[in-house]
């Protein structure tokens, strides 16, 4: 059974950070795409990120460009979102999601995309 649980949510001022962590578990997902996004009350669920597993090629959501950076560890079977320079407007609920590459990656903005997602962490910056 394939489980994606996110981690690392909180609270913090603008201008501060997080890392949020997605712990991949349930299968194999070496040919994969993962991708993050995130949604807030009252608003579609929005990409943010991505990554592909296999080659670690990345894409990003232009809102977050330059402050968000995705990585994986193959060993810890982890994909990991670094927030910096956070702005009020990047409070939501963030989700992992996971889809085959071939499949997700070219089409990596799009949630109905992806076939496995997480429950989500939240995310909360104040001013």
């Known amino acids: 059974q394939v489980q994606l649980v996110e981690s690392g949510g909180g609270w913090v001022q603008a201008g501060g950070s997080l890392r949020l962590s997605c712990a991949a578990s349930?299968?194999?997902?070496?040919?994969?795409?993962m991708g993050w996004f995130r949604q807030a009350p009252g608003k579609e669920r929005e990409f943010v990120a991505t990554?592909?597993?296999?080659?670690?090629?990345?894409a990003y959501a232009d809102s977050v460009k330059g402050r968000f950076t995705i990585s994986r560890d193959n060993a810890e079977k982890t994909v990991y979102l670094q927030l910096n320079s956070l702005k009020v407007e990047d409070t939501a609920v963030y989700h992992c999601?996971?889809?085959?590459?071939?499949?997700?990656?070219?089409?990596?903005?799009?949630?109905?995309?992806?076939?496995?997602w997480g429950q989500g962490t939240q995310v909360t910056i104040s001013s």
């Open positions: 349930g299968r194999s997902f070496s040919n994969y795409a």
């Open positions: 999601a996971a889809g085959p590459a071939y499949y997700s990656f070219p089409n990596y903005a799009t949630p109905n995309k992806y076939t496995y």
């Open positions: 990554i592909r597993w296999s080659d670690g090629s990345t």
